[in-house]
């Protein structure tokens, strides 16, 4: 599943209150995706970029892949280089 891109990933310097909302977003179509950021989880990551990064590109492989399925109010990007890192890894 990992490693074919492209993936949706968080803006630079999007805010926290944003990314966030992103995450409960998606959290609300597919409660799986929660389960994979969630503390002990592969996807863990005390930075809510990586764990916003995840659901959002969790929900762009699963309901896209379209630019308009990466878009979350203009805070995410498409990337073609893997975002996956550690025992994480981000579908495509």
Sequence with gaps: MAGKGPWCVAKPHTTREALQAN???VCG???WVCNKIQKGAPCYSTS???QASYAMNAYFFV???KGID???NGTA???HVDPSYGNCE???
């Design 77 to 79: 990007r498409i990337v």
């Design 70 to 72: 990466c878009d979350f």
């Design 23 to 25: 995450i409960d977003y």
């Design 48 to 50: 809510i970029v990586r």
């Design 90 to 92: 981000y579908p495509s």
């Design 29 to 31: 179509f597919a409660g």
């Design 63 to 65: 309901f896209g892949p």
